[in-house]
């Protein structure tokens, strides 16, 4: 399949020296260790042969074995380390098992670096043109620490997942000729070109291994594959795969949005970069979850009755597909420059995740509305339950938006108790999504409704039609790109925003007020708001500050500063009882509701282990969810936004 070479300028950004680590101490090693090579932009000689063996489902061990080809000396094999899309060290190489190395029948000893745990170094002997290496992926049974990636209904093989591959080299002069065995009946979905596919034996094109870890597989028992853009320009499939041949049901209207979604699409940046386009989409409850952009294809779960639900059910699973496949332009065409590395072992940095992320939030949602994938008043909710997460949220005190690019290098996806104080992984996507309506807004009214960030959208992503390769930007590059639309201070907008920290700084909601609404609270909400808000009937976030969740009644998402926290609530604590009632989410919501216009205190009785405490709010304030409330008299920006377009 055809490559298109970087520029020179990518090329540099790309292949810039890096410094090594440095050895401390003297290692008990039987050998002395070689240095890591450092990735070049220059082919490696021959096809690595790469099979993968995905019938012991009774185990969930996947078999790899791989052909590849060497030459005497010195050989570093590396396990990927950054996995696309994760935006991390992420790559579970505590899972891979069972590695062994021959060549001629003999073996060869590998030895792990030190420093490095994802490099195993051999000492290839002279006579071996090339090496056996075979090893086991050992997927997991739940999702306790890694998701599950097999059952005995389906597999998604990540393909970055279960290979070695040679240092030195850039990714994508790396060849690999791969195949897999699946059990027998199985079907499957991949954004490659198959060149056999007998007794379940499918075998593939060689690909380089930069778009090899780009082609993720679904497969399983039940499959289904659908054209959702008949006669279009490039294929386009929804590739479905589920626990039970039932749930693989949808109806035409379902088939009719998602065609929606790529028309749409095409009218929003004029342009695909992509010779094909796969939905890999998982309907399971026994596979773990996932959202994961690839170039040409994505990797999607959902409930197992998404079809067969109904379409006014799972709001948050109909924004997914739009999500991921605006990432085909946003993040893999158009790539931050810090994040366009040269294999999968060097770090990336996430400066731009505003952009990458933040940014395709906006358009993924912008096309759920314009799709039919949600109304109007659904994309409004669900806007105003982040406007209301980002108008209360005290982390911004001491953590501008720009920091939250670095958490997932902190600590990928790491568990917090205390959301609404330490910010995160979801505040460069949703609130740089606002900061995102915040500019469109702003054009379109500086311009009369003129002009709009669809503007932006095909000026930055729509260029270079049919071109596939990834294109760099830089934050000067994205200035350069606005200014082109509506001139202004791009740059002080954008920093503003993204370095806005302290007592003063607020949240970004200047779009949703300048698009014709206002943020407002309301003690009840509509069946479509229900839909969207679908915590609801926990939800006292914005009255007593927590919330409940589970079979205990467990109090969490404590807002920092809010009255429970004041009243010295934190983790582990269970609601017991209210105002002398065995407690539930809905005896809670009538006493607070009682109190609005009562005048006795609301009384907990609250259980952690064996203590109990009981907990007084005199709060009169009676529920509070948020809804975006019409301006009269004001332009339906929001409206327009979200309405389809027709050329």
Same mark, same amino acid.
């Given at each position: 399949?055809?490559?298109?070479?970087?520029?020179?300028?990518?090329?540099?950004?790309?292949?810039?020296?890096?410094?090594?680590?440095?050895?401390?101490?003297?290692?008990?090693?039987?050998?002395?260790?070689?240095?890591?090579?450092?990735?070049?932009?220059?082919?490696?000689?021959?096809?690595?042969?790469?099979?993968?063996?995905?019938?012991?489902?009774?185990?969930?061990?996947?078999?790899?074995?791989?052909?590849?080809?060497?030459?005497?000396?010195?050989?570093?094999?590396?396990?990927?380390?950054?996995?696309?899309?994760?935006?991390?060290?992420?790559? =579970?190489?505590?899972?891979?098992?069972?590695?062994?190395?021959?060549?001629?029948?003999?073996?060869?000893?590998?030895?792990?670096?030190?420093?490095?745990?994802?490099?195993?170094?051999?000492?290839?002997?002279?006579?071996?043109?090339?090496?056996?290496?075979?090893?086991?992926?050992?997927?997991?049974?739940?999702?306790?620490?890694?998701?599950?990636?097999?059952?005995?209904?389906?597999?998604?093989?990540?393909?970055?997942?279960?290979?070695?591959?040679?240092?030195?080299?850039?990714?994508?002069?790396?060849?690999?000729?791969?195949?897999?065995?699946?059990?027998?009946?199985?079907?499957?979905?991949?954004?490659?070109?198959?060149?056999?596919?007998?007794?379940?034996?499918?075998?593939?094109?060689?690909?380089?291994?930069?778009?090899?870890?780009?082609?993720?597989?679904?497969?399983?028992?039940?499959?289904?594959?659908?054209?959702?853009?008949?006669?279009?320009?490039? =294929?386009?499939?929804?590739?479905?795969?589920?626990?039970?041949?039932?749930?693989?049901?949808?109806?035409?209207?379902?088939?009719?949005?998602?065609?929606?979604?790529?028309?749409?699409?095409?009218?929003?940046?004029?342009?695909?970069?992509?010779?094909?386009?796969?939905?890999?989409?998982?309907?399971?409850?026994?596979?773990?979850?996932?959202?994961?952009?690839?170039?040409?294809?994505?990797?999607?779960?959902?409930?197992?009755?998404?079809?067969?639900?109904?379409?006014?059910?799972?709001?948050?699973?109909?924004?997914?597909?739009?999500?991921?496949?605006?990432?085909?332009?946003?993040?893999?065409?158009?790539?931050?420059?810090?994040?366009?590395?040269?294999?999968?072992?060097?770090?990336?940095?996430?400066?731009?995740?505003?952009?990458?992320?933040?940014?395709?939030?906006?358009?993924?949602?912008?096309?759920?509305?314009?799709?039919?994938?949600?109304?109007?008043?659904?994309?409004?909710?669900?806007?105003?339950?982040?406007?209301?997460?980002?108008?209360?949220?005290?982390?911004?005190?001491?953590?501008?938006?720009?920091?939250?690019?670095?958490?997932?290098?902190?600590?990928?996806?790491?568990?917090?108790?205390?959301?609404?104080?330490?910010?995160?992984?979801?505040?460069?996507?949703?609130?740089?999504?606002?900061?995102?309506?915040?500019?469109?807004?702003?054009?379109?009214?500086?311009?009369?409704?003129?002009?709009?960030?669809?503007?932006?959208?095909?000026?930055?992503?729509?260029?270079?039609?049919?071109?596939?390769?990834?294109?760099?930007?830089?934050?000067?590059?994205?200035?350069?790109?606005?200014?082109?639309?509506?001139?202004?201070?791009?740059?002080?907008?954008?920093?503003?925003?993204?370095?806005?920290?302290?007592?003063?700084?607020?949240?970004?909601?200047?779009?949703?007020?300048?698009?014709?609404?206002?943020?407002?609270?309301?003690?009840?909400?509509?069946?479509?708001?229900?839909?969207?808000?679908?915590?609801?009937?926990?939800?006292?976030?914005?009255?007593?500050?927590?919330?409940?969740?589970?079979?205990?009644?467990?109090?969490?998402?404590?807002?920092?500063?809010?009255?429970?926290?004041?009243?010295?609530?934190?983790?582990?604590?269970?609601?017991?009882?209210?105002?002398?009632?065995?407690?539930?989410?809905?005896?809670?919501?009538?006493?607070?509701?009682?109190?609005?216009?009562?005048?006795?205190?609301?009384?907990?009785?609250?259980?952690?282990?064996?203590?109990?405490?009981?907990?007084?709010?005199?709060?009169?304030?009676?529920?509070?969810?948020?809804?975006?409330?019409?301006?009269?008299?004001?332009?339906?920006?929001?409206?327009?936004?979200?309405?389809?377009?027709?050329?």
């Amino acid at each position: 399949m055809k490559r298109f070479l970087l520029s020179a300028c990518a090329a540099a950004l790309v292949f810039g020296a890096a410094p090594a680590l440095a050895q401390v101490g003297t290692p008990a090693l039987p050998r002395p260790l070689p240095a890591i090579p450092e990735p070049q932009d220059r082919a490696y000689p021959g096809t690595i042969g790469y099979h993968v063996d995905a019938t012991d489902l009774d185990h969930r061990v996947i078999r790899v074995q791989q052909t590849i080809p060497v030459t005497a000396g010195d050989l570093t094999l590396l396990y990927p380390k950054f996995i696309p899309g994760n935006h991390a060290a992420t790559g =579970p190489i505590q899972l891979l098992a069972g590695l062994t190395v021959t060549a001629n029948g003999q073996r060869i000893e590998w030895l792990r670096d030190t420093l490095d745990p994802y490099a195993f170094h051999l000492a290839i002997p002279a006579g071996v043109s090339q090496i056996e290496v075979a090893f086991e992926w050992l997927t997991q049974p739940d999702n306790s620490v890694w998701r599950v990636v097999m059952t005995p209904e389906m597999v998604n093989l990540q393909w970055e997942k279960a290979l070695l591959y040679p240092a030195g080299y850039a990714h994508s002069r790396i060849t690999f000729q791969p195949s897999i065995q699946l059990p027998a009946g199985w079907q499957y979905g991949v954004a490659m070109d198959t060149v056999s596919f007998e007794n379940g034996r499918a075998t593939f094109a060689p690909i380089s291994l930069e778009m090899l870890a780009d082609s993720p597989m679904f497969a399983g028992a039940h499959y289904r594959r659908i054209d959702i853009d008949p006669g279009g320009r490039s =294929p386009i499939h929804l590739n479905i795969v589920a626990d039970s041949a039932a749930n693989i049901a949808p109806t035409p209207a379902w088939i009719e949005a998602y065609g929606a979604l790529v028309d749409q699409a095409d009218r929003l940046f004029g342009a695909r970069h992509f010779d094909r386009y796969e939905f890999l989409l998982g309907l399971t409850s026994r596979m773990g979850g996932i959202g994961l952009e690839h170039h040409r294809s994505s990797e999607n779960t959902a409930p197992p009755g998404f079809f067969t639900d109904g379409i006014t059910r799972n709001f948050g699973s109909r924004t997914l597909l739009p999500h991921e496949y605006v990432h085909s332009w946003n993040g893999k065409f158009r790539r931050p420059s810090d994040q366009l590395t040269p294999n999968f072992n060097e770090p990336v940095q996430n400066t731009l995740l505003w952009v990458y992320e933040g940014q395709t939030e906006y358009w993924g949602d912008v096309l759920t509305g314009r799709s039919g994938l949600a109304t109007k008043e659904e994309m409004l909710s669900n806007l105003a339950e982040i406007a209301a997460f980002y108008d209360n949220q005290p982390g911004r005190d001491w953590r501008a938006l720009q920091d939250t690019t670095n958490h997932n290098l902190l600590g990928y996806r790491t568990s917090n108790p205390w959301p609404s104080h330490m910010r995160g992984t979801g505040d460069y996507y949703r609130e740089a999504a606002l900061i995102w309506l915040d500019a469109d807004t702003l054009i379109r009214e500086a311009t009369d409704n003129r002009k709009s960030l669809d503007d932006f959208a095909r000026a930055f992503f729509g260029v270079d039609d049919g071109v596939w390769s990834p294109k760099p930007y830089t934050f000067d590059d994205l200035v350069a790109a606005l200014n082109g639309v509506h001139p202004h201070d791009w740059a002080g907008f954008l920093r503003t925003r993204l370095d806005a920290v302290g007592p003063e700084a607020r949240a970004p909601l200047d779009g949703i007020t300048r698009g014709g609404y206002r943020l407002v609270y309301v003690d009840s909400l509509t069946a479509a708001e229900k839909q969207v808000q679908t915590g609801w009937a926990n939800d006292f976030q914005y009255s007593l500050g927590f919330s409940l969740g589970g079979p205990t009644n467990r109090i969490g998402g404590i807002v920092w500063g809010g009255l429970a926290y004041q009243a010295g609530l934190g983790a582990g604590w269970d609601l017991v009882a209210v105002n002398d009632r065995a407690a539930s989410a809905e005896v809670l919501r009538e006493a607070v509701t009682a109190a609005k216009s009562g005048t006795t205190p609301i009384t907990l009785i609250i259980r952690n282990g064996d203590r109990f405490r009981t907990v007084s709010f005199d709060y009169r304030g009676g529920l509070r969810y948020p809804r975006l409330e019409r301006i009269e008299g004001t332009p339906d920006r929001l409206g327009d936004i979200l309405t389809a377009r027709r050329r």
